[in-house]
């Protein structure tokens, strides 16, 4: 296990109802080691979260996906998002699909929890 122990100031947002909150937090979220039973940050049903499709383009931007965030003091970067590509239909199944041009500024980490995923399934 790895755990971050920064202290500074760090922001939380939270989602509810429509209405967004803020608090300031002294530790960096991730200063944990190991969550326990009900004692996390926040829980979710992840065969809950609904991707969003399109039926202009095959592939839309990633960002479709996301589920958390943590905010930079910089307008659209990121310290870390968390995201889902949960079981979806494909509808360009079975076909030559070459790769798409991709380029963020963020570095990528991927872990597959359950099943195939679909852009690399070897």
């Known amino acids: 296990a790895q ?10 947002v939270s989602k509810f109802m429509g209405g967004l ?3 300031e937090i002294r530790r960096s979220p991730l200063d944990v080691v190991a969550w326990y039973g009900n004692l996390v940050p926040c829980k979710y049903d992840m065969r809950l979260f609904n ?3 399109t ?5 839309p ?3 479709i996906n996301t589920v958390l965030s943590s ?6 970067l990121a310290n870390l998002d968390f995201v889902i590509f949960p079981p ?4 360009a199944e079975g076909t030559f699909r070459p790769p798409w041009f991709h380029r963020n500024c963020m570095s990528e980490f991927m872990g597959l929890l ?8 070897d």
């Open 114 to 121: 359950q099943g195939t995923y679909d852009a690399k399934p």
């Open 61 to 63: 931007d990633p960002s």
């Open 88 to 91: 979806r239909w494909v509808p």
């Open 3 to 12: 755990y971050d122990e920064s202290e500074g100031d760090y922001e939380l």
């Open 55 to 59: 039926v202009t383009y095959d592939h």
């Open 21 to 23: 909150f803020r608090s």
């Open 51 to 53: 991707a969003i499709n």
């Open 71 to 76: 905010y930079t003091s910089t307008p659209g």
